[in-house]
């Protein structure tokens, strides 16, 4: 496991939120009693104007709370939705946790690398995509989970992931895909499971 150190650049840009990101923060932390509460949500509004966290950024964004930067930096280092480098315009997220791992995200990853032509870690040199190893994502029972920007991708397979990419290359919307999209009817799964088939049920959502 590494450990991520407070970002510092050679040659440091400067930041500061542009007028109508600084007037969408303003209205935002009108909905909290305590101005604090709202610095994460000031964190991600940093992300989306800048790419992401760099230490100017959290500079910036301490001045606005009157906190330091390494308080900025202990809530930046906490959150993995929070990136401290350039990532592609197609973050692609994958779940190496247990649950995932048995279901296959192993497969998943090699198939990623090898269409993306990056490892994990690397953001591809157009920018386009950015692929890295993530812990638990929250939906363990629609294992293997990638999460590619905001959506989710659940029981993907390298086939569903071909296609995916396929896709995003040529600039099409992708929608996201839950778990029980994929799932195999009750009937079948039944069926698979009376057969004595153990791995249809996986299969199946494979499949599907
Ligand atoms: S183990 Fe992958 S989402 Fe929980």
Known sequence: MSIERFPHSAKEESFEFAPEVRAEFDRIVEKYPVKRSALIPALQLAQKQNGYISSA???????????????????????????????????????????????????????????????????????????????????????????????????????????????????????PVGADEVAPPPAAAAEAAAAGDGTANVAGKAEG
């Open 57 to 175: 950024v959290m500079q910036h964004v301490a001045g606005i709370f009157d906190i330091s930067a390494m308080d900025v930096w202990g809530v930046v280092s906490f959150y993995s939705m929070l990136k401290t480098h350039p990532i592609g315009e197609y973050h692609f997220q994958l779940c190496s946790n247990l649950s995932c791992n048995l279901l296959g995200s192993g497969a998943l990853l090699r198939r990623i690398e090898e269409r993306l032509g990056i490892r994990a870690g690397e953001t591809r040199a157009d920018g386009k995509f950015s692929l890295e190893r993530v812990e638990c994502l929250g939906a363990c029972g629609g294992g293997p989970c990638v999460q590619i920007n905001v959506d989710y991708f659940e029981c993907a397979t390298p086939e569903m992931i071909d296609g995916i990419i396929s896709a995003l290359e040529k600039g099409e919307y992708v929608p």
